[in-house]
């Protein structure tokens, strides 16, 4: 039975043990999408950790049953603060050479091409970075996106159409100087 | 026919799911005729699946999500038992402080009758009829006897002020409570002095 779903005869779990499922549920994926939108200028585990603390803090007022859009728009929003934070400076870039040590079955040329699309994702305007990661990764609709970034969806569409020619332009100009 | 804004942003809608149905039959139409519209949009699925390799990098391993996780729970159960602790400490805090202002109104309330017992001078006189004549007073006897024939005895404070007048039938009834209340007020060891007065007494 899916973790989502609930019935009658089913053991009414309580909002702690709902806490942790979603926890356990959704971690992976809070992860990714906190790391893409921070980049290397903060730390993704924290990002995702202080989202939980603060859900968790006010849990009861939630409904965990179904706490996928919820625990994702804390860690977008989450993240989103983190980088508005004047002190966050750029941290060492471990993560991308951590994605080739956490990736070692992948070509050489795979990986630099992936390092490659990271750095340039990470050049990208934090808002930008945000709706392209939940468009794509999240596979969330333009409504949603623009519910999690406190937009409206024509600004949503702007944004992920200027963010994807912005890539397409770094890639080409890096393409171009090899 | 070059590929303008507008078709991008068309072929980007299209790839999103976000283009309506019948929107999208259009699109078919054109991308049958439109040779440069298909290249364009296998050009932008094949950033979009490279895209995707990126975002699927991103993920954790299995060891650095279990880390987390484990952080984070064990954070909240920390932040449970912090709670606990602190309604606890708050019950014990409010329990102290209600026995602390009890305390401290118990020991002014004290303060304030033991200064009022202390301050009291209670005499006894003779008097003629009820309430009368200035001064601190315990008065009673035959002068007091009311019209049916009852004795009133007055007991006033220190400021003057009568604080009780109770009323006897007879003369032994009066002089029997002004000693007992000699007696009750020397117990207290508050009172100054208890002059019965007038011939009577």
Not at chain 1, 3 to 29: C, M
Not at chain 1, 148 to 176: C, F
Not at chain 2, 175 to 198: C, M, S, T, Y
């Amino acid at each position: 039975m899916s973790t989502d779903e609930t019935s009658p005869q089913a053991k009414v779990a309580t909002t702690e043990e709902l806490f942790e499922q979603a926890v356990r549920q959704h971690s992976r994926r809070l992860l990714a999408v906190a790391r893409a939108i921070v980049g290397n200028r903060a730390s993704p585990e924290d990002v995702v950790q202080q989202a939980f603390m603060n859900l968790y803090q006010h849990r009861h007022r939630y409904d965990w049953r179904q706490p996928g859009g919820l625990v994702r728009r804390t860690v977008v929003n989450e993240a989103l603060r983190m980088l508005r934070q004047p002190r966050m400076a750029s941290l060492i870039d471990d993560t991308l050479e951590a994605a080739q040590v956490h990736s070692p079955g992948r070509q050489v040329m795979e990986s630099e091409t992936i390092l490659q699309v990271r750095r340039a994702i990470d050049r990208l305007p934090d808002n930008f970075r945000a709706a392209l990661v939940l468009c794509e990764y999240e596979k969330m609709s333009y409504a949603q996106i623009a519910e999690s970034l406190d937009a409206s969806i024509p600004q949503v569409k702007t944004w992920i159409h200027r963010g994807r020619r912005q890539l397409g332009e770094m890639l080409r100009a890096y393409v171009n100087q090899d | 026919m070059a590929v303008n804004d507008n078709d991008l942003a068309l072929l980007q809608a299209y790839l999103d799911g976000e283009m309506p149905i019948s929107e999208c039959e259009g699109l078919w139409r054109r991308l049958a005729v439109e040779e440069e519209l298909t290249a364009e949009l296998d050009r932008l699925r094949a950033e979009a699946g490279m895209r995707q390799v990126v975002w699927t990098s991103l993920e954790p391993n299995d060891d650095a999500l279990t880390q987390l996780q484990d952080n984070i729970l064990r954070e909240a159960r920390r932040q449970d038992a912090r709670a606990r602790v602190s309604g606890s400490l708050r019950t014990i805090m409010t329990a102290a402080a209600c026995i602390m202002i009890g305390i401290g109104l118990g020991w002014m309330g004290h303060d304030r009758w033991a200064g009022l017992w202390r301050g009291a001078t209670v005499t006894a006189t003779h008097q003629a009829s009820l309430g009368g004549g200035p001064g601190p007073t315990l008065g009673g006897g035959p002068g007091a006897m009311l019209g049916g024939g009852k004795f009133v005895v007055t007991v006033s404070d220190s400021s003057g002020r009568v604080v009780a007048a109770p009323q006897f039938n007879t003369f032994d009834e009066a002089r029997q409570f002004i000693d007992d209340l000699a007696k009750a007020q020397a117990n207290r060891g508050g009172i100054h002095e208890v002059v019965p007065a007038g011939d009577q007494f």
